[in-house]
């Protein structure tokens, strides 16, 4: 929805203060999951005398920490939550019980929690205790912080994105295979940061063989999300740089029984194998969801990025588009084979955003949700310049 035209929630002061909550959630940013980024601060007469935000699972809630730094100054005080307050016993106790016990008078909150255990309960117990509470102030903000823990709520499966670079002539690389570099360094900068974002990225076996990518974060003290290389034949290099798990793991996933030699070998490196009766993108993510991932970055060729689309676990896409030409008829292309002979076929993405990254173009949008139509199909054929899985 255009924000120009979207009701506001709350005063001007209350949208300010919901974004300081956002500000603050986004300092633990890829290190809460299988949990939600959350800020919260707590105002007296109009100053703000506590301030917190949820630091990761099994630590206490963003609440708790902007309580703690109010002190007895919560009394009376509003306290402003991006995240409803949860009203359960998880790994820590209720939230909604701390701010009772403070004594808050009023609680400003960006969103209702996804989660079935709270959806709208937490706002009741703090009604239900004479607190006045505020609900959807900067919502959209607050959602799109979420959007990964949401459609892990909502879905049971982490949230895909669908990363790529390609030339103005919609390649990701030369007739070799050579790509590096498509985008310029500020772009790849960017990707950087979607990474950090993110608690897993997942390459095919092309990509090792052909890039011999590192996927690490190069920010000192940034979490790195767990690398994961899908491979039926397990027909890999011996030393990749994603071999090396002293400072970040690495999973391989592959068929049962595949190249037992390489399973072995790679073991030796530390690197974690799953074998999957049926390797898909399906799977794959299913057993990322069991892992508690919330964000999963696909950073892989054209036949896995194809499979991945038609199987519904890409939710967003980020395409990188550098203004260069390399021509090339049997240069790969982002996306493999879907199966479409139409143009009535086309994806076409939602809420799409455009934007320059030094001389590089930026789009950001979102597939349509499953329902309105793309073909599922459970194993993508190989053989392309794209990605063997
Ligand atoms: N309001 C709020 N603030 C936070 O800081 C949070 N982390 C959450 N999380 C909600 O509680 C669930 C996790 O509970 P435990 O950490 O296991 O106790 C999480 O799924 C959210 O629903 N909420
Ligand atoms: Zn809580």
């Known amino acids: 929805m255009d924000s120009k035209i979207e009701p506001r929630v709350g005063t001007a002061f209350d949208r300010e203060m919901m974004q300081r909550c956002l500000t603050l ?59 409803e307050p949860c009203n359960h016993y ?9 701010l009772i016990a403070a004594g808050v008078a009023k609680v400003v909150v960006g969103m209702v929690d996804p989660n079935p255990l709270v959806a709208g309960g937490g706002v009741a117990r703090l009604r239900s205790a004479g607190i006045e509470v505020v609900v959807g102030v900067e919502e959209a903000d607050c959602r799109q912080l979420n959007e990964g823990f949401i459609h892990r709520m909502v879905y049971q499966r982490p949230f895909g994105i669908f990363k790529y670079a390609m030339t103005l002539d919609g390649k990701i690389a030369t007739t070799s295979g050579h790509s590096a570099w498509i985008t310029n360094p500020a772009a790849r900068e960017e990707v950087q940061q979607l990474r950090i974002a993110c608690d897993a ?25 767990l690398r994961v290389v899908m491979s039926r034949t397990l027909d890999l290099p011996t030393t990749a740089h994603l071999w090396q798990t002293e400072t970040v793991s ?63 676990t890409v939710q967003k896409i980020f395409a990188f588009i550098a203004p260069k030409i390399i021509g090339g008829s049997t240069a790969p292309t982002p996306v493999g084979d879907l199966g479409f002979t139409q143009m009535t076929q086309a994806i076409t993405l939602e809420r799409v955003q455009w934007r320059t990254v030094g001389s590089d173009c930026l789009m950001e949008g979102y597939l349509p949700s499953r329902e309105s139509g793309v073909g599922s199909r459970e194993s993508g054929d190989k053989g392309d310049k794209g990605e063997e899985s």
């Open 25 to 83: 959630a986004r300092r633990a940013l890829g290190r809460t999951a299988p949990n939600p980024l959350v800020g919260a601060v707590v105002v007296q007469d109009g100053k703000i005398v506590g301030e917190g935000f949820h630091p990761g699972a099994g630590q206490p809630h963003a609440e708790v920490f902007a309580l703690k730094a109010a002190g007895d100054r919560a009394q009376g005080a509003t306290v402003y939550v991006s995240l």
């Open 90 to 98: 998880g790994r820590t106790p209720p939230c909604t019980e701390a």
């Open 201 to 225: 990225i997942i390459v095919g076996g092309n990509t090792v063989r052909i890039d011999n990518p590192r996927l690490t974060i190069r920010q000192i003290d940034a979490p790195n999300p």
């Open 250 to 312: 690495t999973l391989v996933m592959t068929q049962a029984g595949a190249n037992p030699d390489m399973q072995m070998l790679l073991r030796d490196r530390g690197v974690e194998i799953l074998e999957l009766d049926s390797l898909t993108p399906t799977a794959a993510m299913a057993h990322l969801y069991q892992r508690g991932c919330l964000s999963v970055l696909w950073e892989c060729g054209g036949t896995l990025a194809a499979e991945a689309i038609a199987q519904g």
